[in-house]
């Protein structure tokens, strides 16, 4: 198995959003916002080489949306999920699996591009997409709260497409021999989050569950989570497991850091150290 960190580029999302009720005087310590108060978030796929499967997990933005939508989230930087990839050797077409953990559009939405009729396919023509019935039925049926953040033209063409398989809504199972898939249900109903076994080690991609080394303190909780509670309950049971198994969390959204490591202080748990993912 090898593993590849896959930079699908950058973006602005308003820090009192992201840091919930926080102050600002506080959270900015760890993320400095600019003057509209906007803080800048990486969108850090992971590329998983597992024998004859080549598994992406997330795949950013993209790009077919239109300016009015994009010029809100404020795209930034170099990268791109094409980038990336070639980087690494690989092209898009060689993907076979579409891991999505949750379908928001920062998320998913390099999942669907526009084809030179205008026409909405895959971006990824050779692999599968995986989400899980649940949350597919939640995107599908968004609420008035979370409807922005579940956009059709990211969604529905997976399903067109014929190419959309669902995971069992089982914590712990399988995904192949080497990753597992863990459920979390604050944020937004079942959030996939893959639990992999890499050279020993234990290595728990994040996704929304922890956006960044910001967001360890557990009352720093995300105003976008549809369930604030259980995401407190979940982010503190997560948080104790990978302090009690050592594993290491991989950040998808933290701007500088991709990989880190826990530990228990006074004042709780806390970051232990960071690093990235070539490193392991």
């Known amino acids: 198995m090898k593993l590849y960190t896959v930079n699908a580029g950058y973006f602005k999302l308003d820090g009192g959003a992201m840091f919930g009720v926080v102050p600002k005087s506080i959270w900015q310590k760890t993320n400095p916002a600019d003057e509209n108060n906007l803080c800048s978030w990486a969108m850090r796929c992971l590329l998983i080489q597992d024998g004859d ?14 300016e009015k939508f994009l010029k809100h989230y404020y795209m930034h930087g170099d990268d ?22 949750h379908l928001h559009f920062d998320h998913c939405g390099g999942s669907i591009e526009r084809n030179s009729e205008g026409s909405l396919v895959p971006a990824f023509k050779n692999a599968t997409f995986w989400s899980n019935k649940a949350h597919w039925d939640w995107a599908v049926n968004p609420n008035a709260r979370e409807k922005a953040s579940f956009l059709k033209e990211n969604i529905l063409p997976i399903q ?14 399988k995904f192949t021999d ?8 604050g944020h937004t109903d079942s959030m996939m989050l893959p639990h992999i076994t890499f050279k020993g080690k234990t290595i728990l991609y994040m996704a929304d569950m922890l956006p960044s080394i910001g967001h360890i303190p557990l009352p720093y909780v995300m105003a976008y989570d549809m369930f604030p509670m259980k995401t407190l309950d979940e982010k503190r049971k997560f948080l104790e497991e990978a302090v009690k198994n050592e594993y290491i969390l991989y950040l998808e959204h933290d701007p500088v850091n991709e990989c880190c490591t826990l530990q228990e202080t006074e004042k709780g748990i806390r970051v232990k150290d960071t690093f990235k993912l070539e490193d392991i």
């Open 178 to 185: 080497t990753i597992k898939v863990r459920f979390a249900y």
């Open 160 to 173: 067109e497409s014929g190419k959309l398989k669902f995971i069992d809504n089982t914590d712990g199972i």
């Open 53 to 66: 499967q080549l598994i992406l997990v997330d795949n950013g933005i993209g790009d077919k949306q239109d």
């Open 80 to 101: 791109t999920l094409e980038k990336s990839l070639a980087r690494h050797g690989f092209a898009k077409d060689d993907i076979t699996d579409v891991f999505l953990t």
